[in-house]
Protein backbone atom coordinates (compact mmCIF):
# COMPACT_ATOMS: atom_id res chain seq x y z
CA UNK A 1 0.00 0.00 0.00
CA UNK A 2 1.36 3.29 -0.91
CA UNK A 3 -0.09 6.46 1.08
CA UNK A 4 1.80 9.80 0.89
CA UNK A 5 1.04 13.38 2.87
CA UNK A 6 0.96 16.29 1.54
CA UNK A 7 0.59 19.91 2.63
CA UNK A 8 0.05 23.10 0.71
CA UNK A 9 -0.45 26.58 1.02
CA UNK A 10 -4.06 28.45 0.96
CA UNK A 11 -3.20 31.80 -0.26
CA UNK A 12 -3.09 30.87 -4.28
CA UNK A 13 -5.74 32.94 -6.00
CA UNK A 14 -8.86 31.42 -7.65
CA UNK A 15 -8.47 30.42 -11.43
CA UNK A 16 -10.24 29.00 -13.55
CA UNK A 17 -8.53 28.76 -16.99
CA UNK A 18 -9.34 25.36 -18.73
CA UNK A 19 -7.50 26.11 -22.20
CA UNK A 20 -6.29 23.20 -23.27
CA UNK A 21 -3.10 22.21 -25.32
CA UNK A 22 -3.62 18.82 -25.80
CA UNK A 23 -6.42 16.17 -26.18
CA UNK A 24 -7.02 15.21 -22.71
CA UNK A 25 -6.48 11.29 -22.79
CA UNK A 26 -7.69 10.64 -18.79
CA UNK A 27 -10.89 10.99 -17.13
CA UNK A 28 -10.72 11.76 -13.65
CA UNK A 29 -13.77 12.53 -11.12
CA UNK A 30 -13.22 15.41 -9.00
CA UNK A 31 -15.88 15.41 -6.05
CA UNK A 32 -15.49 18.88 -3.72
CA UNK A 33 -17.40 21.33 -1.34
CA UNK A 34 -16.75 24.65 -2.32
CA UNK A 35 -16.96 26.08 1.13
CA UNK A 36 -13.53 26.15 2.02
CA UNK A 37 -10.99 28.50 0.42
CA UNK A 38 -8.42 26.16 0.62
CA UNK A 39 -10.42 23.12 -1.78
CA UNK A 40 -10.78 26.55 -4.00
CA UNK A 41 -6.89 26.08 -3.94
CA UNK A 42 -7.06 22.34 -5.04
CA UNK A 43 -9.03 23.58 -7.72
CA UNK A 44 -6.62 26.49 -9.33
CA UNK A 45 -3.46 23.93 -8.94
CA UNK A 46 -5.48 21.32 -11.04
CA UNK A 47 -5.86 23.82 -14.05
CA UNK A 48 -2.51 25.16 -13.78
CA UNK A 49 -1.64 21.13 -14.49
CA UNK A 50 -4.15 21.23 -17.53
CA UNK A 51 -2.79 24.25 -18.74
CA UNK A 52 0.80 22.69 -18.48
CA UNK A 53 0.43 19.23 -19.25
CA UNK A 54 -3.17 18.49 -20.23
CA UNK A 55 -3.76 14.20 -20.37
CA UNK A 56 -7.00 15.04 -17.88
CA UNK A 57 -10.24 15.24 -18.38
CA UNK A 58 -11.95 16.72 -15.30
CA UNK A 59 -15.41 15.58 -14.14
CA UNK A 60 -15.98 18.29 -11.30
CA UNK A 61 -18.51 16.92 -8.94
CA UNK A 62 -19.95 20.05 -6.45
CA UNK A 63 -21.00 17.58 -3.48
CA UNK A 64 -22.68 21.00 -1.83
CA UNK A 65 -25.35 20.23 -4.19
CA UNK A 66 -24.33 17.01 -5.46
CA UNK A 67 -23.34 14.76 -2.93
CA UNK A 68 -20.64 12.18 -4.19
CA UNK A 69 -22.33 8.35 -3.01
CA UNK A 70 -21.39 5.14 -3.89
CA UNK A 71 -23.19 4.46 -6.85
CA UNK A 72 -21.59 7.21 -7.97
CA UNK A 73 -18.49 5.85 -7.14
CA UNK A 74 -19.16 2.49 -9.12
CA UNK A 75 -20.15 4.33 -12.09
CA UNK A 76 -16.91 6.21 -12.19
CA UNK A 77 -15.54 2.86 -12.25
CA UNK A 78 -17.55 1.38 -14.94
CA UNK A 79 -16.92 4.70 -16.84
CA UNK A 80 -13.39 4.33 -17.47
CA UNK A 81 -12.53 6.62 -15.29
CA UNK A 82 -8.57 7.28 -14.06
CA UNK A 83 -8.80 8.06 -10.84
CA UNK A 84 -10.79 10.24 -8.35
CA UNK A 85 -10.01 13.76 -6.15
CA UNK A 86 -11.82 14.13 -3.10
CA UNK A 87 -12.44 16.01 -0.50
CA UNK A 88 -15.06 15.03 2.16
CA UNK A 89 -15.48 11.53 3.03
CA UNK A 90 -18.35 12.08 6.27
CA UNK A 91 -20.57 8.85 5.65
CA UNK A 92 -19.13 4.76 6.60
CA UNK A 93 -20.92 3.58 3.50
CA UNK A 94 -19.03 5.74 1.12
CA UNK A 95 -15.96 5.58 2.94
CA UNK A 96 -16.62 1.84 2.70
CA UNK A 97 -16.74 1.87 -1.09
CA UNK A 98 -13.89 4.57 -1.42
CA UNK A 99 -11.84 1.35 0.46
CA UNK A 100 -13.20 -1.07 -2.02
CA UNK A 101 -12.63 0.98 -5.19
CA UNK A 102 -9.63 -0.30 -7.65
CA UNK A 103 -9.48 3.67 -8.54
CA UNK A 104 -6.64 5.82 -7.42
CA UNK A 105 -7.85 8.36 -4.89
CA UNK A 106 -6.60 11.31 -3.49
CA UNK A 107 -8.06 13.19 -0.32
CA UNK A 108 -7.82 16.69 -0.20
CA UNK A 109 -8.95 16.89 3.45
CA UNK A 110 -6.32 15.10 5.40
CA UNK A 111 -6.44 11.54 7.20
CA UNK A 112 -9.30 9.93 7.59
CA UNK A 113 -9.47 7.13 9.75
CA UNK A 114 -12.17 5.46 7.79
CA UNK A 115 -10.05 5.29 4.91
CA UNK A 116 -6.76 3.65 6.66
CA UNK A 117 -7.55 0.42 5.29
CA UNK A 118 -7.34 1.24 1.44
CA UNK A 119 -4.80 -0.60 -0.51
CA UNK A 120 -3.24 0.97 -3.77
CA UNK A 121 -2.44 4.43 -4.70
CA UNK A 122 -3.86 6.58 -2.08
CA UNK A 123 -2.78 10.15 -1.33
CA UNK A 124 -3.87 12.44 1.65
CA UNK A 125 -3.94 16.32 0.82
CA UNK A 126 -3.82 18.51 4.23
CA UNK A 127 -3.14 21.66 5.60
CA UNK A 128 -0.85 22.08 8.36
CA UNK A 129 -4.19 22.24 10.61
CA UNK A 130 -1.69 22.62 13.92
CA UNK A 131 -0.15 25.47 12.71
CA UNK A 132 -3.85 27.04 11.77
CA UNK A 133 -4.80 26.74 15.48
CA UNK A 134 -1.47 27.67 16.64
CA UNK A 135 -1.81 31.38 14.97
CA UNK A 136 -5.58 31.64 15.58
CA UNK A 137 -4.36 31.48 19.33
CA UNK A 138 -1.26 34.14 18.70
CA UNK A 139 -3.65 36.28 17.21
CA UNK A 140 -5.91 36.51 20.31
CA UNK A 141 -3.07 36.90 22.41
CA UNK A 142 -1.52 39.88 21.01
CA UNK A 143 -4.44 41.86 20.73
CA UNK A 144 -4.77 41.82 24.38
CA UNK A 145 -7.02 41.16 27.54
CA UNK A 146 -9.81 38.81 26.59
CA UNK A 147 -12.95 37.88 29.58
CA UNK A 148 -12.88 34.24 27.84
CA UNK A 149 -11.32 32.18 24.68
CA UNK A 150 -13.47 29.48 22.72
CA UNK A 151 -13.66 27.43 19.72
CA UNK A 152 -16.27 26.31 17.47
CA UNK A 153 -14.82 22.84 16.13
CA UNK A 154 -16.82 21.72 12.38
CA UNK A 155 -18.29 18.08 12.28
CA UNK A 156 -17.37 15.49 14.85
CA UNK A 157 -15.93 13.58 11.58
CA UNK A 158 -13.59 16.12 10.34
CA UNK A 159 -10.35 15.24 11.88
CA UNK A 160 -8.47 18.58 10.91
CA UNK A 161 -10.75 20.43 12.92
CA UNK A 162 -9.84 18.14 15.99
CA UNK A 163 -6.00 19.13 15.13
CA UNK A 164 -6.69 22.40 15.04
CA UNK A 165 -8.78 22.96 17.93
CA UNK A 166 -6.23 21.29 20.25
CA UNK A 167 -3.37 23.27 18.79
CA UNK A 168 -5.32 26.43 19.98
CA UNK A 169 -5.78 25.28 23.52
CA UNK A 170 -3.03 23.94 23.76
CA UNK A 171 -0.94 26.98 22.93
CA UNK A 172 -3.43 29.33 25.04
CA UNK A 173 -2.60 26.66 27.98
CA UNK A 174 0.86 27.43 27.79
CA UNK A 175 -0.19 31.39 28.52
CA UNK A 176 -1.67 30.13 30.99
CA UNK A 177 -5.13 31.02 29.74
CA UNK A 178 -8.07 28.38 29.41
CA UNK A 179 -10.38 27.73 26.08
CA UNK A 180 -13.61 26.42 26.36
CA UNK A 181 -15.11 24.51 23.31
CA UNK A 182 -18.51 24.34 21.71
CA UNK A 183 -20.53 20.80 21.58
CA UNK A 184 -23.94 20.30 19.77
CA UNK A 185 -26.37 18.33 20.62
CA UNK A 186 -27.87 18.33 17.38
CA UNK A 187 -26.76 18.06 13.45
CA UNK A 188 -24.16 20.44 12.99
CA UNK A 189 -25.11 23.43 10.73
CA UNK A 190 -29.43 22.84 11.47
CA UNK A 191 -31.49 25.66 12.92
CA UNK A 192 -31.36 23.75 16.16
CA UNK A 193 -27.36 23.84 16.51
CA UNK A 194 -26.92 27.85 15.34
CA UNK A 195 -29.76 28.34 18.35
CA UNK A 196 -27.44 25.65 20.48
CA UNK A 197 -24.64 28.13 19.52
CA UNK A 198 -26.16 31.32 20.25
CA UNK A 199 -27.32 29.95 24.00
CA UNK A 200 -23.79 28.92 24.64
CA UNK A 201 -22.13 32.34 23.69
CA UNK A 202 -23.90 34.55 25.62
CA UNK A 203 -22.36 32.24 28.54
CA UNK A 204 -19.14 33.13 27.45
CA UNK A 205 -17.07 36.22 28.99
CA UNK A 206 -16.95 39.36 27.46
CA UNK A 207 -14.91 40.16 25.80
CA UNK A 208 -15.33 36.73 24.27
CA UNK A 209 -12.17 35.57 21.81
CA UNK A 210 -13.39 32.91 19.30
CA UNK A 211 -12.05 31.07 16.61
CA UNK A 212 -14.35 29.14 14.38
CA UNK A 213 -12.98 25.68 12.58
CA UNK A 214 -13.24 26.97 9.04
CA UNK A 215 -15.46 29.98 7.14
CA UNK A 216 -18.80 28.18 6.98
CA UNK A 217 -18.39 27.70 10.96
CA UNK A 218 -17.71 31.27 11.29
CA UNK A 219 -20.46 32.22 8.85
CA UNK A 220 -22.87 30.49 12.13
CA UNK A 221 -21.02 32.43 14.76
CA UNK A 222 -22.19 35.53 13.18
CA UNK A 223 -25.59 34.45 12.54
CA UNK A 224 -25.89 33.31 15.43
CA UNK A 225 -24.28 36.69 17.54
CA UNK A 226 -26.65 38.76 14.98
CA UNK A 227 -29.55 37.02 16.23
CA UNK A 228 -29.20 37.53 20.20
CA UNK A 229 -27.77 40.80 19.69
CA UNK A 230 -23.56 39.87 20.55
CA UNK A 231 -21.84 43.25 18.65
CA UNK A 232 -19.13 41.87 16.97
CA UNK A 233 -16.27 42.61 17.35
CA UNK A 234 -17.09 44.71 20.63
CA UNK A 235 -18.51 42.01 22.35
CA UNK A 236 -16.71 39.24 20.51
CA UNK A 237 -13.87 39.20 18.30
CA UNK A 238 -13.90 36.50 15.59
CA UNK A 239 -11.47 34.30 13.12
CA UNK A 240 -11.77 31.29 11.21
Given amino acids: MRK ?21 TKKVLVAI ?3 HASVRDI ?25 LTPEYVRSAEQDGYAGMIVTDVDDAELADTLVRTPLPLVLASGPNAWLQAKDGLFTFIHNDNSSIGQLGADYFLKKGR ?4 SFIPARPCDTWSDECCRAFCERLSAEGCRASVFSSKSLIGSSADVRE ?20 RGEQVLSACETIGIKVPGQLSLVG
Fill in 43 to 67: LTGLFRYLESSADWKLKLLQTDDHP
Fill in 197 to 216: LGTWLTRLTKPAAVMAACDW
Fill in 33 to 35: SSQ
Fill in 146 to 149: FGSF
Fill in 4 to 24: RFLSYPTSAPICYNTDMKKQP
